[in-house]
């Protein structure tokens, strides 16, 4: 009993399906007239998608109709969709064997394919037709241009004159726009003579010429990647894998791409942010993530001689140095190396480095300020560096100076010295200490010294308007005011 209804179901469903078949396809010849006619007024419009849905409906109404066959695969052609063209003009054929136009077309597209095995003979075929048919004659010759600039640029290539190889190959990817194997070629070349930019155009048109493979796909993001485009790499990779979530070798370099980028993110946010520690820590963990590929090495390295100058100048000489072997001219690399030389205390190659980085960009206002800090700088160390007479580093904070000074006021005051001699020289010693606590506990004046100027300088102060030099300022005296004997007490 069940068998005999299920064939009962199957027969209504079939008879349904075959009256809804029936009803899609029963369009009258006026309808389907009327379908090409609009899609011919939308093409005078230039409204391609809406031509393409009426030529659709014509092809529905209509399946043996060859002129709507053509007539869409003239719009696919427009709209960049040459398989669906290619598709649609093998169908005219089969409809109309003799619709030579349409042999023309199809042959015209394995052309710019390359497929010139199927093109040679379709030509043939419409000159044993035509004899006198220009196009199919000029195509023809065409074809054998290719074909001998084609070997010519291999032998070139072989022979290593990558220079003719790339002038051949490009004349043949104008005759051959849509060659994607010519396009590999041409950007493996390009590549080989450190042309990245046009190696990867090529790539993109591969990519766009084989979209439904996986392959490119990859082979874009790797080249991407070599560029040192991160994250252009990750699009690209991202596209493999909308194709085929499963692809093992796209996924790897997913992986591995992700992690990468989540780093160099990471490092510039940091430098956004003025955390210069943090950017060290992330840039050398970005170096262990990928150390092979030389411009993204180089990259993470630039960002870590800027931050290695902010927070550990011996360090980030080393690696600004080692950038700058391999760009000597780089102004960026010399500023940052600069900046490391001051906080090291370097203020002689402070200055050349700055002096280099005017020379190679006069425009840049930073290049300029820090020369003009190096140089004061420089003068400087020449005459008193609080820093050193307090024996504490320029990032030292208030706690820190003021310890030191407490440590040098006890081994150097005055008081503890009986021979004439040596307590003149305590007090002169001890003088120096005092003033260093003056300027270094003092927010304004450290900033003054900090940019080059000393604050307790005589002429630094005529320069700024002063008038009765004190040197220790706003009537500091370490030794006690009212002409009183001052006492250390060292106790306490």
Not at 50 to 59: G, K, N, P, V
Not at 246 to 256: E, G, L, V
Request: hydrophobic share 35%; glycine share 4%; aromatic share 8%.
């Amino acid at each position: 009993m069940l068998p005999r209804i299920s064939r009962l179901f199957s027969f209504v469903w079939i008879f349904w399906a075959a009256l809804d078949m029936h009803l899609v396809f029963s369009l009258s010849k006026e309808e389907v007239e009327n379908h090409m006619n609009m899609a011919k007024a939308f093409l005078g419009k230039g409204q391609l998608a809406d031509a393409l849905s009426h030529y659709h409906a014509a092809i529905d109404g209509d399946p043996g109709n060859y002129m709507a066959y053509f007539k869409r695969a003239t719009v696919y052609l427009a709209l960049g969709r040459a398989k669906s063209a290619l598709h649609d003009m093998e169908r005219v054929i089969e409809l109309k064997p003799d619709f030579i136009l349409a042999r023309i077309q199809r042959a015209n597209l394995w052309v710019k394919q390359g497929n010139y095995e199927d093109a040679v003979p379709e030509y043939n075929f419409i000159l044993n037709k035509e004899p006198s048919n220009a196009e199919a004659r000029s195509q023809l010759e065409l074809i054998e241009e290719a074909k001998t600039r084609y070997m010519t640029a291999q032998h070139a290539s072989n022979a290593q004159d990558y220079h003719t190889a790339l002038q051949e190959f490009g004349r043949v990817l104008e005759i051959s726009p849509s060659d994607a194997d010519l396009h590999a070629k041409r950007a493996e070349i390009f590549e080989t003579v450190g042309d990245m930019p046009a190696s990867i155009a090529d790539m993109r048109a591969v990519v766009k010429l084989r979209a439904e493979q996986t392959q490119p796909h990859l082979q874009l993001s790797l080249a991407l990647h070599r560029n040192g485009d991160a994250e252009e790499s990750l699009n690209a990779i991202r596209e493999c894998l909308k194709l085929d979530p499963d692809d093992k070798p796209c996924k790897t370099h997913y992986t591995f791409l992700r992690k990468l980028v989540k780093q160099l993110q990471g490092i510039q946010e940091d430098i956004n942010n003025n955390q210069y520690a943090e950017c060290v820590q992330k840039c050398d963990a970005a170096l262990k993530t990928d150390s092979s590929t030389p411009k993204i090495v180089r990259d993470i390295n630039s960002r870590q001689c800027l931050c290695l100058s902010k927070v550990d100048a011996p360090r980030g000489i080393k690696v600004c140095s080692a950038l700058l072997e391999q760009e000597p001219d780089n102004s960026e690399f010399l500023m940052n190396r600069g900046e490391a030389y001051i906080s090291n205390e370097q203020y002689e190659d402070a200055v050349r480095d700055f002096e280099e980085a005017v020379k190679s960009d006069n425009e840049n206002r930073r290049a300029h300020e820090g020369l003009e800090r190096a140089k004061k700088l420089l003068k400087q160390a020449n005459r008193r560096d609080y820093y050193k007479i307090l024996g504490v580093k320029r990032t030292a904070n208030e706690k820190t100076i003021t310890k030191a000074y407490r440590k040098l006021a006890k081994e150097w005051h005055p008081d503890r010295f009986t021979d004439v001699q040596e307590k003149e020289n305590a007090q002169k010693k001890f003088m120096e200490i005092a003033a260093a606590m003056e300027v270094l506990t003092d927010e304004e004046k450290r900033k003054r010294f900090d940019a080059g100027e000393d604050p307790l300088d005589p002429e630094a102060q005529a320069q700024q308007g002063f008038h009765g030099f004190h040197p220790f300022g706003r009537g500091f005296n370490p030794f006690g005011q009212g002409g009183q004997t001052f006492t250390f007490h060292f106790g306490g």
